[in-house]
């Protein structure tokens, strides 16, 4: 089984850009507070990085 990661939003996507609103919207985000678990990929630490101001990441048990 592969390692899993917690995917919370901690920020409104207000004054973001377009960009920024489809990755958040490609992880599976809609609300603030809202938490998703993804397997560990360089795909998703690719798009986690390009919003890593607005989530919060930590190892899924």
Request: hydrophobic residues 35%.
């Amino acid at each position: 089984m592969s390692k899993q990661i917690k995917i919370k939003l901690t920020k409104g996507l207000v004054h973001c850009t377009a960009r920024q609103k489809e990755n958040v919207k490609s992880l599976g985000l809609r609300k603030i507070g809202q938490t998703v678990v993804r397997d560990d990929t360089p795909v998703y630490r690719g798009m986690i990085d390009k919003v890593r101001h607005l989530v919060t990441v930590e190892e899924a048990d």
